[in-house]
């Protein structure tokens, strides 16, 4: 920054207060937008019967670089973790029960990172809406494509093996 002329650090301060004053996170779901409802929650082409939960908004961008799914999403906002002071009351469950009694929904997949906190808020959302009746599935774990059996941690073969599936 300091090699930059004054022109570039004014340039890039702008461009900082731009973002602050048109980003936004979506009335509906919370992801990061610049329009509110966000383009995927306006989407008529996505599925509206189907919530993928995440933590943050860049999750959002991880599974849509897959191209894999095409429904709605729900951000949370963070995980339980009571280590952090971070509980339920925190996070953005209210909004999620909200929708699920006014939207018509079928599933809700609960796609947190496998690790303590994100299997914890996991099996807190599966408790929380199994009794709505709408199906509550996590994302599989397993090996990635092209890894090697050699490397695998005994968690994540353990958990493959459980997630098998008839070819």
């Known amino acids: 920054m300091i090699q930059q002329s004054r022109e570039q650090a004014l340039a ?12 936004r996170l979506c009335g509906r779901c919370f992801a990061v937008t610049e329009s509110d409802p966000c383009a995927t929650c306006s989407d008529p082409k996505r599925d509206q019967s189907l ?60 796609a947190t990172n496998p690790n303590a906190e994100g299997e ?9 809406i199994a009794p709505s009746g ?16 050699d490397y695998a941690d005994d968690l994540t073969l353990a958990r493959a093996m459980e997630g098998r599936r008839t070819l």
């Open 51 to 110: 919530v993928c939960v995440v933590a943050e908004p860049r999750d959002i961008f991880t599974i849509e670089r897959s191209g894999a799914y095409r429904g709605l999403y729900h951000v949370l906002g963070g995980v339980i973790s009571p280590m952090d002071g971070v509980g339920p009351n925190q996070l953005r469950i209210k909004e999620l029960l909200t929708r699920l009694s006014t939207e018509k929904l079928n599933e809700v997949i609960v």
């Open 134 to 149: 709408v199906i509550v599935s996590r994302l599989a774990y397993g090996l990635p494509i092209g890894g090697d059996l």
């Open 120 to 128: 914890a808020t996991a099996l807190y959302l599966s408790r929380l």
């Open 12 to 23: 890039l301060a702008d461009a900082i207060v731009a973002i602050k004053d048109r980003v």
